[in-house]
């Protein structure tokens, strides 16, 4: 209601941005709010949406995730983080940034890293093939620096 005080008194929104202690992108969204709907359009429209899940729904998030995410729709038993959130939106109507179903997880003691728990279908003699065979076929060795006069960097020194 400040702003609309100094809008009033027809203060330019850089000086009601000083004023008040705010950048002027969000000045100009009041200013363009009050030109449109007065201080009414100003006025709060109360509490956001829920933000977090309560202990019970992390517990009920964390049996939804250990059903795997075939359980759901999706074709393999990779959880990432996209799909934790839709699911989390989906169950709970509770939106979380990517960065914020990583440390839900990580508080809910999931890792990013390994699966707990192997495939049953995991084959050993299949995955030391690949790691032997395909994989050093398949991935570039890393390309040597170019030295001249003992400088390994394009930028460096060169003779003279």
Same mark, same amino acid.
Not at 6 to 9: A, H, I, P, S, T
Not at 36 to 48: I, T
Not at 62 to 82: F, H, I, K
Not at 134 to 141: D, G, I, L, N
């Given at each position: 209601m400040q702003a609309a005080d100094?809008?009033?008194?027809g203060m330019r929104q850089s000086k009601v941005a000083e004023a008040?202690?705010?950048?002027?992108q969000a000045v100009s969204l009041w200013r363009r709010a009050w030109a449109?709907?007065?201080?009414?359009?100003?006025?709060?429209?109360?509490?956001?949406g829920n933000s977090y899940l309560s202990a019970e729904q992390e517990r009920e998030l964390?049996?939804?995730? =250990?059903?795997?995410?075939?359980?759901?729709?999706?074709?393999?038993?990779?959880?990432?983080?996209?799909r934790v959130g839709v699911l989390i939106e989906g169950r709970f109507q509770v939106r979380y940034e990517i960065?914020?179903?990583?440390?839900?997880?990580? =508080?809910?003691g999931w890792s990013w890293q390994v699966?707990?728990?192997r495939a049953v279908e995991r084959n050993e003699e299949a995955i030391a093939a690949w790691r032997t065979e395909?994989?050093?076929?398949?991935?570039?060795?890393r390309r040597s620096p170019q030295v001249e006069d003992g400088f390994a960097s394009r930028t460096g020194p060169g003779p003279g």
């Open positions: 100094l809008f009033e008194q008040l202690g705010v950048t002027s449109e709907g007065g201080r009414a359009a100003l006025l709060s429209k109360g509490p956001g964390d049996g939804l995730l =250990r059903a795997g995410p075939t359980a759901y729709g999706w074709e393999d038993q990779r959880w990432t983080l996209v960065s914020g179903v990583w440390r839900l997880l990580d =508080r809910l699966p707990k728990v395909t994989w050093p076929a398949a991935s570039h060795p």
